[in-house]
């Protein structure tokens, strides 16, 4: 699992070195959550933050030379300022993945190593997170939330009957 993590987050390579104890701290605790079912309540994409029962993780993106980037780092979302869900959203288990080169064109090559949040009930990618790349020599941070689409009307209930009968498109 650890070889989809490179360990940098920072430019300040002493800064690395000094940081790196603690990230294989956090890192093992993730590690220890591949193949589980977890309580998801959700991800904030602009902070690369997730909470799975009731602990905050941030995943945290190597900057490389500055035009490539990686997954780098995961930490704990101690100071978190991310907005999450009171109840869990589903039930999901954590697995990694390799993805491999989907066509030669385009910059979306399909490439990549991460991990995924998959809904156990329905098999439905809740979050994905990783390093994509294209062409072998352009690889790419991402984090990828997904909300699951839901009818207005099942949230709604009869609450409010005038927008119960509206459609959903």
Sequence with gaps: MDKYFSMRAHEDWDQNEKD???WEQVFTHFASLEGS???YYGADEASHEFKVDDII???MEDPDD???SHLGVIEYGEQSNAIFFRNPLARVRIESF???RVSEEGWDSGAGT??????VEDGYVW???GTDNT?????YFVFKHSPKPTPLVEPLGDSCPELSRMEVR
């Design 20 to 22: 790196i104890p603690y």
């Design 37 to 39: 079912v977890v309580d």
């Design 57 to 59: 993780f941030r995943v």
């Design 66 to 68: 500055g035009y490539r």
């Design 98 to 100: 390799e993805r491999e």
């Design 114 to 119: 991460g991990y995924r949040f998959i809904d």
């Design 127 to 129: 979050l994905e997170f």
């Design 135 to 139: 062409d072998d020599y352009y690889p």
